[in-house]
């Protein structure tokens, strides 16, 4: 970087790097989980996951929604200097920064399946579902603006970070066609906005 520029993530791809690691850590220890009897029993447990499974998709995707969305409303153009992070680097350093926090929450969720079968992992599934609506409705917010939000990669603390934590300032926002990925931080499919 030179002449003062900064390294900048998509805001949304921070956001939804969680999403797939979570869906399918969640849906392995769910399976498994749903194989032990359990304290409870398997209905009790897959009844109770199934619940746990909404709410926290529902906490996650709606929280710190006012912070992002005043993070957003302010964000400052992004200077000529600024160095724009690949989608594929982003999503990675959030998966090393958060791995042992990962693994964790599996074994938790496999743990747990002891004592109410499949629900652990259908909460931690139901995490990653939440993240994926977030990076949807950043998407949506992305789209209506017609700018991309970033936030500075020194903020995010080596990937491990969230775009709406106490260290972020303010996002930087570029044109729509910026960046190698779309509103909501999804792939772009053949060089058209998905």
């Not at 996951?49 to 302010?74: E, N, Q």
């Not at 209506?144 to 303010?170: F, M």
């Not at 910026?178 to 053949?190: F, I, Q, T, W």
């Amino acid at each position: 970087m030179t002449r003062g520029g900064q390294g900048l993530a998509r805001v949304a791809v921070v956001v939804r790097a969680g999403a797939a690691p979570m869906w399918w850590l969640g849906v392995l220890a769910a399976g498994i989980g749903v194989v032990a009897p359990g304290v409870t029993g398997r209905r009790i447990g897959v009844t109770a996951g199934a619940a746990l499974f909404l709410v926290v998709a529902a906490l996650v995707a709606l929280l710190h929604r006012k912070r992002y969305a005043a993070l957003a409303g302010a964000a400052a153009r992004a200077g000529k200097h600024d160095v724009l992070q690949d989608r594929a680097v982003t999503a990675r350093n959030w998966r090393r920064g958060h791995r042992w926090w990962l693994l964790v929450a599996f074994l938790a969720a496999l743990g747990s399946a002891f004592a109410v079968p499949a629900a652990g992992g259908m909460l931690l599934a139901g995490a990653g579902v939440g993240l994926r609506l977030k990076a949807a409705w950043l998407g949506s917010l992305e789209r209506g603006s017609e700018e991309l939000l970033w936030v500075r990669v020194d903020w995010l603390g080596r990937g491990a970070g969230t775009p709406a934590g106490k260290r972020v300032k303010a996002y930087r926002a570029t044109g729509i066609a910026a960046g190698d990925a779309a509103p909501g931080g999804a792939r772009r499919r053949g060089g058209v906005l998905v």
